[in-house]
């Protein structure tokens, strides 16, 4: 069965305390791994798509890469304003899908 | 920037009456989507829309649940007799050929 699991669920950061987030995947043929931000009681924001093993991609101080099993999104250096939660999803190849199997989020708190 | 919307942002309703909720995606996206996010759980799948038919659903969009593209430019996911456990946030989010989808800023459904 497709799964997704982010961890940590929860992460506080000083602000200019650089840290990762981790999603580790199960899916029968990743044909995309998303990241999101959600702040609370809005959409899902979209930052990145990853297609492939060894792919990075940076925006401002958020940077995701992606392996085989995981993928990471690194913050560096960061703010107040990045304190969300943050999301990751894999799209899955296989017939006419394109249904997003998320994660359950990690809530980052980065206090100034 | 062009962005997904939603209306109405809140719709609290009796059990077992009909909801509507509205959504208008990005004008050149031909895929359509509804998910939906019980509060503190993840985002889960409800349907995907492309070409005027449902693509795929899943196991939580029973008979209660309808879709329609009614015009141009709308979207929308209709409840028949709503239930307690409906009350969620439901998003709505389209995606062009690149597979991204983009997530509109959510109605929060409250069943009484």
């Known amino acids: 069965e497709d799964q997704v699991t982010q961890s940590p669920e929860a992460l506080r950061l000083q602000e200019g305390e650089s840290s990762s987030l981790n999603c580790s995947y199960t899916?029968?043929?990743?044909?995309?791994l998303f990241w999101y931000r959600q702040d609370p009681g809005k959409g899902p924001e979209f930052l990145f798509t990853?297609?492939?093993a060894g792919e990075e991609k940076e925006k401002e101080r958020l940077k995701a890469t992606l392996t085989k099993k995981e993928s990471f999104l690194h913050i560096t250096a960061p703010k107040p304003e990045d304190s969300a939660t943050y999301l990751c999803?894999?799209?899955?190849?296989?017939?006419?899908?394109?249904?997003?199997?998320f994660g359950t989020g990690t809530l980052l708190a980065v206090q100034p | 920037e062009p962005e997904v919307t939603q209306t109405p942002s809140h719709q609290v309703t009796q059990m077992g009456q009909e909801v509507i909720l509205r959504c208008v995606p990005i004008?050149?996206?031909?895929?359509f989507y509804w998910y939906r996010q019980i509060l503190g759980q993840k985002v889960e799948f409800l349907v995907s829309?492309?070409?005027?038919?449902?693509?795929?659903k899943s196991e939580i969009f029973d008979d209660q649940f309808s879709v329609e593209r009614p015009d141009g430019s709308n979207f929308t996911l209709k409840i028949r007799s709503t239930k307690l456990e409906d009350s969620a946030m439901y998003f709505c989010?389209?995606?062009?050929?690149?597979?991204?989808?983009?997530f509109g800023p959510g109605t929060r459904l409250t069943v009484l």
């Open positions: 989010a389209s995606s062009g050929t690149s597979g991204e989808q983009f």
């Open positions: 990853l297609y492939s």
């Open positions: 999803a894999v799209l899955r190849h296989g017939g006419a899908t394109n249904k997003l199997i």
């Open positions: 899916v029968s043929g990743l044909r995309g």
């Open positions: 004008s050149n996206h031909l895929y």
């Open positions: 829309f492309y070409n005027n038919e449902i693509s795929e």
